[in-house]
């Protein structure tokens, strides 16, 4: 029984019951009393017994367990009384304490009995009510923890907590351990459940006691605020709805339930009052599973963090705070919902990824010229599978697609769509509109986007480190609106662009790659991908190579791969070498997807980086393309060349140039001021 006993210096007592005398003590009658005691029996806790040396200035404190009440006399029971190593005859029992956390009764029992398995005492008719804590103790479970000052590990248990002060027992069996705490230093504690960690931070000792094979520490932490993120300019909009949601969770150390209702919410964390008293919440806690139970009757689960906490109303009765949490993690089908009502509630118009009417939006995009004859003339001999395919896409396809619609009583005015088209990047496939509101729709649109990725960035799970999307540079809108942004950004770190040319290549079945003994095509190597870097970092700089996720030492594109096939659609990325003389050439990145999948098949081409054009013959790139198509593809491909000087320069054949447009999404801050600035401008 020694982990529930405490040596306690009977000057501390009396320096503690100075201070409670100097506040006004409230006082409880023996009725109350008892209804108090039956419900600790209910809920099989303990009180604690003070026991006062007979002749020593010291005390012990020792866990008793209350037998049901009903009248003036107490039974209590050792909980472990083989264990008992204490010879109680030399102590007085002098004080009794039921503590539910918040308030604590103090009991002077009268006419003590000992027997073998504990006493019985004899209650008095009035007992005292000590003040309220500002702040509710918790216990702490089966909360294991891990403390660590100037680089020495202390093993311990979490015994019980508040919303500003932690009490753990850390171990301390050899007399060396215990003499490298220095109460005077802060330290750096991690508690665990099961192994996983729910929290971590820095602490400042409060005090601390020492046992026989342990030692008891109670510690403040240093921040009410943790820098989970670089701090930015931009944050995601927090929406406030009405009726508010509420996020319920079992609390990783209590394992009790915890109800909150919502402040404000976003796609990336959300915010909730507490009131001190009750407070659970200490920044940098973990919570594995919590849901958030929306109004519509839906439930979202996601992994959260508490990351901030601030007092909003204060007074001489009560301290509530509001506290933020960042999401972690959560199931993309989940996090489309959730963000699908916040923006509607923030602006009726907006529309995400909702359930769409797909001949409404096939209607939408022959009348706004999105769909034009010649490209129409490619679309219509596979028209009956691309239907398919934008059905799965648009109805049930979270992992790898997002629509945003613009819409005016039910009439689509604007449209984007995009699609996760490599591990981490996402491509804007679609962009339309329709009506005199054209220019606004479109921008509007556009924001959305930059606001849906900046409220999922965060979340690894989700895949949204980049948005690509390809536009002819001769068409006005795209011009000013990708073009201007990448200007305005002005880093290619942050926003790059690069141009290609884009032909149709058909394919000779028959022809046999020509002079393997000069040079050579194959895989591509570490080595490969490391000379394709260097080589686009002195002629461009940009993000294309981070963004198809082909740089050395990468782990391939598994991700997406699985998750085209889960939903039964074609997805490969195939990576080729051209060498001579053992030489880079050219880098090959056969992009694999169904027909129609993008109406411009710039998910379904052959895109080739030529990194020694002067060594690159015209015949050389011809046949390698040709070799790898033969493959992967029926009867002909398109092809996207970089750098587009190439074909200038060797008098190629092409239908037109695309401009490659990257936008890293660390870099919000830049991007979205050029947003605003577009928007204000379109508004007058």
Same mark, same amino acid.
């Given at each position: ?127 005292? %009510? ?50 490298? %705490? ?9 508690? @665990? ?16 006691? +020492? ?23 931009? +944050? ?53 599973? @919590? ?16 990351? =901030? ?51 409404? %939006?096939? +209607? ?9 004859? $010649? ?5 219509? /001999? ?11 896409? =648009? ?48 921008? &509007? ?63 000779? $079945? ?9 040079? /050579? ?23 294309? %190579? ?22 039964? @659609? ?5 990576? =080729? ?39 690159? $013959?015209?015949?050389?790139?011809? /046949? ?12 002909? $491909? ?7 000087? &190439? ?11 695309? +401009? ?10 830049? &991007? ?13």
């Amino acid at each position: 029984m020694g982990d529930l006993l405490e040596i306690v210096e009977k000057k501390t007592d009396q320096s503690n019951l100075q201070s409670s005398k100097q506040k006004k003590l409230e006082t409880i009658d023996l009725k109350q009393l008892i209804n108090r005691l039956n419900y600790v029996n209910f809920q099989d806790g303990t009180l604690t017994s003070v026991f006062h040396h007979k002749n020593y200035n010291r005390s012990i404190s020792l866990d008793i367990k209350p037998v049901a009440c009903k009248d003036n006399e107490l039974s209590c029971l050792w909980p472990d009384y083989d264990n008992l190593q204490i010879e109680l005859k030399n102590y007085d029992l002098t004080e009794i304490y039921i503590d539910d956390g918040i308030s604590t009764i103090v009991i002077s029992p009268e006419n003590v009995n000992f027997k073998q398995e504990g006493f019985t005492v004899q209650l008095p008719e009035v007992n005292i %009510l000590k003040p309220a804590r500002k702040s509710r103790r918790y216990s702490g479970g089966n909360t294991q923890v891990q403390m660590i000052q100037n680089s020495v590990l202390f093993r311990g248990k979490l015994i019980n907590f508040t919303s500003d002060s932690i009490r753990i027992e850390i171990q301390a069996a050899a007399h060396s351990t215990a003499n490298r %705490l220095n109460p005077d230093a802060p330290v750096s504690i991690t508690l @665990l459940d099961e192994g996983e960690i729910k929290f971590s931070g820095e602490c400042t000792i409060i005090r601390t006691s +020492r046992e026989k094979t342990s030692i008891s520490c109670v510690l403040k932490p240093i921040n009410n605020r943790i820098q989970k993120f670089k701090a930015k300019e931009y +944050r995601s909009f927090r929406q406030k709805l009405i009726p508010s949601p509420s996020i319920v969770f079992t609390h990783p150390f209590t394992g009790n339930r915890v109800n909150l209702p919502v402040y404000d919410l976003s796609g990336a964390g959300f915010s909730v009052e507490e009131d001190q008293r009750s407070s659970t919440l200490l920044p940098g806690m973990i919570i594995s599973e @919590l849901e958030i139970v929306l109004s519509t009757g839906m439930n979202v689960k996601c992994k959260c963090q508490v990351l =901030y906490r601030r007092i909003v109303d204060e007074d001489e009765h009560k301290t509530i705070f509001l506290t933020g949490f960042v999401i972690l993690d959560i199931k993309p089908y989940d996090h489309v919902q959730l963000l699908s009502i916040i923006f509607l509630a923030r602006n009726s118009n907006i529309y995400l990824s909702m359930n769409l009417d797909t001949n409404a %939006l096939w +209607r939408f995009l022959f009348e706004s010229g999105f769909i034009y004859p $010649t490209k129409y003339e490619f679309l219509k /001999s596979h028209k009956e599978k691309i239907k398919s395919i934008y059905k799965k896409i =648009y109805t049930n396809a979270p992992d790898i697609a997002r629509h945003i619609t613009y819409q005016d009583k039910g009439e689509i005015l604007g449209h984007g769509s995009m699609l996760r088209s490599y591990e981490n990047t996402w491509l804007i496939h679609h962009h339309a509109t329709l009506g005199s509101s054209k220019l606004f729709a479109g921008l &509007y649109v556009l924001e959305q986007f930059a606001n849906y990725a900046y409220n999922t960035n965060k979340i690894d799970s989700l895949h949204m480190n980049y948005l690509l999307c390809y536009y002819r540079p001769e068409n006005r809108f795209p011009a000013r609106a990708f073009g201007g942004a990448a200007k305005s950004v002005n880093n290619p770190k942050g926003c790059s662009e690069d141009n290609f040319v884009y032909y149709e290549f058909q394919i000779n $079945t028959e022809k046999i790659f020509d002079d393997l003994n000069s040079w /050579s095509l194959a895989e591509s190597s570490d080595e490969d991908l490391l000379d394709l870097q260097s080589y686009y970092e002195e002629v461009s700089g940009g993000l294309m %190579l981070d963004a198809l996720n082909i740089l050395p030492g990468n782990s391939g594109s598994t991700g997406v791969i699985k998750a085209y096939e889960k939903l039964q @659609l074609k997805r490969e990325i195939k990576l =080729y070498s051209l060498k001579s003389k053992g030489d880079l050439l050219a880098v090959f990145i056969a992009d694999i997807a169904d027909t129609g999948m993008n109406m411009s098949e710039l998910t379904n081409n052959i895109k080739v980086i030529v990194v020694q054009p002067d060594n690159l $013959t015209k015949k050389m790139l011809e /046949s390698s393309i040709n070799e790898i198509a033969k493959n992967h593809y029926d009867n002909s $491909t398109h092809v996207l060349l970089y750098p587009d000087s &190439y074909a200038d320069n060797n008098l190629m054949k092409y239908d037109k140039k695309y +401009r490659m447009w990257i936008y890293n999404i660390d870099y919000s801050d830049a &991007y979205f001021d050029f947003l605003n600035k577009i928007l204000r401008f379109s508004r007058k």
